[in-house]
């Protein structure tokens, strides 16, 4: 039965607003069906993105953050359109959100709100078990992905063809961060063997910020260009333990990558606890960008942790991916608590070992220690040749490194230590996070 028909137009000015469309629904509806309809769809070689999100009386149902300029969501108790929550259709007020990231010109749009019977539960099929991991080692690294998407939002790939990737990559954790919802967890959990953490890429108008270990959607439709985004990231790190990665802050925005920039005045990157500086391959201007800026915001005083991120949206893994290395753990309150400290490296790969001790401690990787000598030790998992890049202080030391040969050096540092490996052709294969000296 049809409860809701709006026809609507969208012209520019409605770019980065909000349509909040409540409807009312009966008891003892079996289904709901929403459709989402608009032309044009684009603008020469550019596309408008208007975008769904539903909220029941109980609570956030999900969100489906994908081009197209025709949408159908169908949510009912036992399955529903990824990025939407299966269950029950509640009596009550549901509220349809119409999200204008971009409207180039005007648009003709309509939405339609439909109750269904109760539709035939989906046959169930046990999917073939993935192959487990290999027992952790002693004193080893892992490398996990914490920027990645499947068709629960834009991405190409299920939940379960992600995991299969990443076994097959040699990953050992994940975070799904899904545009704008968290419906694709379960899928990923039932499939993926190794560490899980929770994880969203809250996708704005005004920037794209993921969010690592908090397990609730969390809502940004109320966010302006001037506040919001600093609350969020203040909330989540201190009650939590949680935090917000600015993603890709240097990608190009509208209208090629809508909201993609990070503009946010509120929260700058150097009042970021976290910054992506290597996000998908490792080429690219705006990950150069990004780095300088981040060195840039080391010099000046700011512990901000560098992150990567592959934000793969399928069909698999590329070599020069950038991920996120770490002392190997199968606890994910550990992980996290690892990931929140900067106790990590960038890397394609998770081929370094890292020791550094001074006045008789280990120090780790996002650490503080009072300053002055500094024994470092790295050791190779397997042959690497390029450049070893010492950065102490800000100044930069190369190095040749060749095949398996550790490399060993006490070194005086004043502000800060953090390496670098360049690949022979100059190209970034590794960034460690710094240890600081100071308090």
């Not at 026809?7 to 770019?15: G, S, W």
């Not at 935090?243 to 946010?264: E, K």
Request: hydrophobic share 40%.
């Amino acid at each position: 039965m049809e409860w809701h028909r709006s026809a609507f137009t969208l012209v520019p000015t409605d770019t980065k607003t909000h349509r909040r469309i409540p409807v009312d629904l009966p008891a003892g509806a079996g289904a709901l069906r929403v459709t989402l309809t608009f032309t044009p769809w684009t603008l020469g070689d550019l596309k408008n993105l208007v975008t769904l999100s539903i909220t029941g009386p109980r609570g956030f149902r999900g969100a489906g953050h994908r081009h197209g300029n025709a949408v159908e969501v169908l949510i009912a108790a036992d399955h529903a359109t990824p990025g939407y929550v299966p269950g029950e259709i509640e009596a009550g007020t549901w509220t349809v959100g119409v999200h204008t990231h971009l409207a180039l010109t005007a648009l003709d749009a309509e939405v339609v709100v439909e109750t269904l019977p109760s539709p035939a539960p989906l046959p169930h099929t046990a999917d073939t078990p993935l192959p487990a991991l290999p027992p952790l080692q002693a004193g080893e690294w892992m490398m996990g992905d914490l920027h990645c998407h499947t068709t629960h939002s834009d991405g190409r790939w299920s939940a379960r063809d992600l995991a299969a990737a990443a076994l097959a990559r040699g990953l050992r954790f994940l975070a799904l961060t899904d545009h704008n919802t968290v419906s694709g967890r379960g899928e990923l959990a039932r499939n993926y063997p190794g560490v899980l953490l929770p994880g969203l890429e809250l996708t704005t108008y005004y920037g794209h910020g993921v969010i690592i270990g908090h397990p609730e959607y969390a809502d940004w439709t109320a966010y302006t260009q001037q506040s919001g985004m600093r609350p969020l990231s203040d909330t989540l790190w201190a009650d939590a333990g949680a935090y917000v990665t600015i993603a890709h802050p240097f990608a190009p925005g509208d209208p090629f990558c809508t909201g993609c920039n990070w503009t946010y005045f509120d929260l700058r990157p150097g009042d970021a606890t976290h910054l992506e500086v290597w996000n998908g391959q490792r080429s690219g201007t705006h990950n150069a960008l990004a780095l300088e800026h981040w060195y840039g915001l080391v010099a000046a005083g700011r512990r901000v942790v560098a992150t990567a991120g592959t934000d793969n949206h399928g069909p698999t893994y590329r070599p020069d991916h950038g991920l996120t290395c770490t002392p190997a753990t199968a606890d994910p309150a550990r992980l996290a608590a690892q990931l929140a400290a900067g106790e990590t490296y960038l890397s394609t790969d998770a081929a370094l070992k890292p020791s550094l001790r001074a006045g008789g401690h280990d120090i780790r990787l996002g650490g503080t220690f009072p300053g002055g000598p500094l024994d470092v030790r790295l050791e190779w998992t397997r042959p690497v040749t390029g450049t070893l890049v010492w950065v102490i202080d800000g100044r930069r030391e190369e190095e040749p490194v060749r095949g398996l040969e550790p490399i060993e050096r006490t070194v005086d540092v004043r502000r800060w230590l953090n390496v670098e490996v360049r690949s022979p052709d100059g190209a970034l294969h590794t960034l460690s996070n710094p240890v600081y000296a100071g308090g």
